[in-house]
């Protein structure tokens, strides 16, 4: 199978006034293109931070301090990837919300609260296709341009058209340039020399500085009247998010594009940060419990919704929660963390049928089972202070088993069957 | 609104009626000795010992019908008197609220945005300058400097030559807000002359001023980025200058907006410290003058003005609260 994405060996800290936080502890997962992959466990074990530092938004004052996080977006780099741990942060905002999108926990605080729906779901637009937008209003202006009678507004619009074409002109170029730089840089990837480190950072740097917008347009859209140009340009986009809301099932989508995320309910506000988070048919789509905090039949939509999704739009979808059930309804593959740590990975069917790990054993007999006559087992003990996580696997202090090496070193994670990994000394 | 308001003038009569009559009597005496039976009938005439609501009556009909009695130390009715300060004040706090604000959102903006940075601690030390200097002190140092050493910015509120122009019959005063009227007047030299006297009290109230909007600035500017939006926002692509102007800022404002309408009417109460120094004829002045020299009906009139001022402010804060806020255009 093609992979997608894969981490290898992350560590993500957070240097807090009481001490550095080690909030991930070397997490290697791989999500092959086309698969639902989950990512279980328990809260503050680094579900969220992980998949923030896959798209490198991992806020203050946390760092990915070490590992390797590799992109297998474009054929060429189907080989090897691409780390975007060496890339600059303009790279990652193309990749961000264009390639790789998130949907988020609470759906109601996602949002802007003084901002317009259409306004947020056309910034995705605005930010990722700007160069079809463009065209098409071009496309548009010309044909009134051509049937047009009026003799002033004519001019008006072949005087749009012009700014609008240098607008295009501008980012045609910057586009190029933006290929040229990442073309290089791809092949400086994995050089050591002083030199090509020297290339690749200058490189960055270049990339970071270049300008999207030209900056005669720029100086005209500060011009009293003359900037409402731009007008025509936002009408093009509205016609695409309407589409896009009326797709995701949102009821009088005409409507809701002049509303503020307060005036929706807690499923519609879900819907709009899926919307944004579509609106550039993404390659990932990262769900980070995008349904923890609706009512029951509304989870269900919404789950439906990705499902849906899943089938038409989206190659793969990354589905955090802590929810077995979900996990087992909706995913392929899985990852059970624990305190940082990535214990277990596993076909979703091999996981329920096979559990290896104890942390998963533990979490399974804690679900409750239709047929079970038994009381819901816990696991005792509580999960760890990540400033001073103890030592070798995580899981010692609260594992029936552990042995005197298990505080030692980390365990590895070895394949244990085909597909199945895990890092656990019981399986060494 | 009106409520606010009526509640303003019971407090104004409330003060008014703290001082006893006799004093009070002494408003309307021209002579310098008299007995005490002349200030008896003086009482009695003007009714100063009636019962409170009588007089509370009394004292608003005449307020409504614009009457606010006589100030001494304007040497003129209280109407007249506020009609030459107050321009005055008006230009300078006209000049300076907008840059005040300006210059405290730009810093404090640069304060979240580089938080802990050398750019965070260098808007911290301009905070603390503004907020620890004593008015008068800051006022002279610039006096000082400015006038003293460098002969630019001389105090006042225009020069001499500008005074004979400003007080001859062709120059038409329209606004009585100086800068404005040259222009109307099309006197251009008058026009700098007006603003070549307003640039140092401006700085002044810059400096001390800024700093409470720059504080607050910064840490609501802080607060707003660290809130999920933003998450969303970066998740989608934006890029920083987006994520600062677009996401954050907005909802930065909000506080400050409230601050901003109290700053701005606190101002038109008048600068006495800042008046003073620059030697501006502003409201301020004046009644450090009144109180000084027991001026009753010019400070009750300028209570009762700050008090509407605030009031009005309240309004306007609400009504541009909900251009920016969403939330509570609806409600
Ligand atoms: N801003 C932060 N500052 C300090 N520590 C943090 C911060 N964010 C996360 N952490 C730490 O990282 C750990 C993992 O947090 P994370 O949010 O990834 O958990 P989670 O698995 O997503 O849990 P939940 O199910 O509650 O969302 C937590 O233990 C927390 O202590
Ligand atoms: S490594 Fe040791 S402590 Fe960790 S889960 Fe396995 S047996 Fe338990
Ligand atoms: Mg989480």
Redesign the pocket.
């Known amino acids: 199978m093609q992979k997608l994405i894969e981490t290898r060996d992350i560590y993500t800290d ?1 240097f ?1 006034f009481e001490g550095v ?1 080690k ?1 991930l502890n070397g997490v290697s997962i791989i999500v092959n293109q086309g698969e639902t992959y989950g990512l279980v ?10 998949v923030r530092s896959i798209m490198r938004i991992v ?1 203050s ?2 760092r990915i301090v070490d590992g390797k996080i590799l992109l297998f977006l474009s054929l060429e780099d189907k080989e090897q990837g691409i780390d975007i741990l060496k890339r600059s942060e303009a790279y990652m905002e193309s990749i961000r919300g264009n390639d790789i999108s998130m949907i988020f ?1 609470e759906a109601s605080t996602s949002l802007n609260p003084v901002l317009s729906i259409g306004y947020q779901v056309a910034e995705s637009f605005l930010l990722h296709r700007l160069d079809e937008m463009l065209k098409e209003t071009i496309d548009t202006l010309k044909g009134e341009i051509e049937s047009g009678k009026f003799f002033i507004a004519g001019w008006w619009k072949k005087f749009q058209e012009f700014l609008f074409k240098a607008e295009l002109d501008g980012l045609e170029k910057y586009t190029e340039m933006v290929a040229g730089i990442d073309k290089r840089l791809y092949e400086l990837e994995d050089a050591a020399d002083k030199a090509s480190i020297d290339e690749r950072n200058h490189l960055n740097r270049k990339r970071d500085r270049l300008r999207k917008t030209v900056p005669v347009v720029q100086f005209v859209r500060h011009l009293p009247f003359i900037k409402h140009y731009g007008k025509k340009l936002h009408k093009t986009i509205r016609i695409h998010v309407v589409d896009l809301l009326k797709e995701l099932g949102v009821a009088n989508p005409h409507n809701v594009v002049d509303m503020y995320p307060h005036e929706l309910s807690g499923g519609m506000q879900q819907r709009i940060v899926i919307a944004i988070a579509l609106a550039c048919h993404p390659k990932l789509l990262i769900a ?2 995008p349904t923890s905090n609706l009512d029951v039949t509304i989870q269900a939509q919404i789950i439906d919704l990705i499902k849906i999704l899943k089938n038409t739009s989206i190659a793969s979808v990354l589905f ?1 929660t ?1 929810d077995l059930g979900l996990v087992a309804e909706m995913c392929d593959r899985v990852t059970v ?1 624990y305190a ?1 740590d990535a214990c277990e990975t596993a076909a979703v069917k091999d996981l329920f049928k096979e559990p290896l790990h104890p942390y998963t054993k533990g979490l399974l007999r804690s679900v409750p089972k239709l047929k079970a006559q038994k009381e819901l087992e816990s696991i005792p003990g509580t999960v760890p202070n ?1 400033i001073h996580p103890p030592s070798g696997c995580r899981f010692h202090p609260r594992c029936p088993h552990a042995k005197d090496i298990c505080s030692g070193d980390k365990p590895p994670l070895i394949e244990y069957s085909e597909g199945h990994f895990i890092a656990c000394y019981l399986y060494i | 609104m009106v409520v606010v308001l009526f509640g303003v003038s019971l407090f104004v009569f409330a003060i008014m009626m703290i001082i006893p009559p006799g004093r009070r009597a002494a408003i309307y005496v021209t002579q310098e000795k008299i007995t005490p039976d002349q200030m008896n009938a003086m009482i009695k005439k003007y009714g100063l010992d009636d019962p409170a609501p009588v007089q509370y009556v009394r004292w608003l009909k005449q307020i409504l019908s614009g009457n606010f009695g006589y100030s001494v130390t304007a040497s003129a009715p209280v109407i007249e008197g506020f009609k030459t300060y107050f321009p005055i004040t008006l230009e300078l706090v006209l000049y300076a609220t907008p840059l005040i604000i300006l210059v405290g959102i730009w810093l404090g903006t640069i304060g979240a945005v580089h938080k802990d940075k050398p750019l965070d601690h260098a808007t911290r030390v301009f905070a603390i300058i503004g907020y620890s200097l004593p008015t008068f002190w800051l006022g002279l140092i610039l006096l000082m400097i400015f006038y003293g050493y460098l002969g630019i910015f001389p105090p006042g509120y225009l020069s001499n030559k500008g005074k004979d122009i400003l007080f001859s019959p062709a120059f038409k005063r329209y606004t009585y807000i100086l800068t404005v009227d040259a222009v109307l007047n099309w006197r251009w030299n008058i026009f700098w002359d007006a603003l070549y006297h307003l640039a140092l009290p401006t700085i002044n109230l810059i400096l001390l001023n800024s700093a409470l909007i720059l504080r607050l600035m910064r840490s609501s500017m802080l607060e707003a980025l660290g809130q999920d939006y933003i998450r969303t926002a970066l998740a989608k692509g934006a890029d920083k200058r987006t994520i600062y102007n677009i996401h954050a800022r907005r909802n930065a404002m909000i506080p400050v907006i409230t601050i901003s309408g109290i700053l701005f009417a606190g101002l038109l109460g008048g600068m006495v410290i800042t008046e003073t120094i620059f030697a501006r004829d502003g409201i301020g002045l004046w009644m450090a003058r009144a109180a000084l020299q027991m001026d009753v009906p010019a400070i009750m009139f300028n209570v009762l003005f700050l008090g509407t001022v605030f009031v009005v402010f309240n309004l306007i804060v609400d009504v541009v609260y909900a251009y920016i806020d969403p939330r509570i255009r609806l409600a």
Do not use: N, R, Y
């Open positions: 957070f807090t936080v909030a466990g328990e809260s503050g074990c680094g579900k969220s931070v992980t806020q004052p946390g926990q980070d419990e955090i802590h963390m940082g990540l």
